[in-house]
C-alpha cells in the first residue's frame, strides 16, 4: 500500500519509511481470492459489484500490529467503491470520505 487519503481535510498518510518489513501487500488470487501481509499474513475473499469492493479476511493474527496495518485492517471492513487507473488501485471507504491507495508490483 501506498498510502491513505483523507478527502474531507485533503491530507495524505503516506507508507512510513521506517517499517519496510509492515509494508501492507495485497495479493489477489483468483476471481474470488486475495491474500496478502501486513505485519502478519492473511487470507480472505472479495467481492465486486457494480464497482464496491466487500473484504472477507478469513485468516489473520493482530499480533504486533503497527499502526500503517491496523489502519489497513480496519479500512477493509468498510470498503464502499473501487477503481483502478494507471497501475493503481483506489479503494474508499468510511462513506468515500477516505481512500486507500495501492501501487502494483510488477511480477508478483
Known amino acids: 500500500m501506498e498510502s491513505f487519503v483523507d478527502l474531507s481535510d485533503c491530507s495524505i498518510a503516506n507508507q512510513p519509511d521506517n517499517i519496510n ?3 501492507v501487500r495485497l ?3 483468483d ?3 486475495i491474500s496478502g ?3 502478519n499474513e492473511f487470507v480472505g475473499s472479495y467481492s465486486i459489484h457494480n ?3 466487500d473484504f472477507n479476511i478469513h485468516s489473520l493474527t493482530e499480533i504486533n500490529e503497527p499502526e500503517w496495518a491496523k489502519k489497513f485492517l480496519e479500512a477493509a471492513k468498510n470498503t464502499d467503491y473501487v ?3 494507471q497501475s493503481k488501485l483506489f479503494i474508499f471507504y468510511e462513506q468515500s470520505t477516505k481512500v486507500m491507495v495501492f501501487t502494483e508490483i510488477k511480477g508478483e
Open 21 to 23: 518489513v509492515f509494508i
Open 27 to 29: 495479493k489477489v488470487l
Open 31 to 33: 476471481s474470488d481470492s
Open 37 to 39: 501481509n501486513t505485519a
Open 51 to 53: 464497482n464496491k469492493i
Open 83 to 85: 477503481f483502478i487507473r
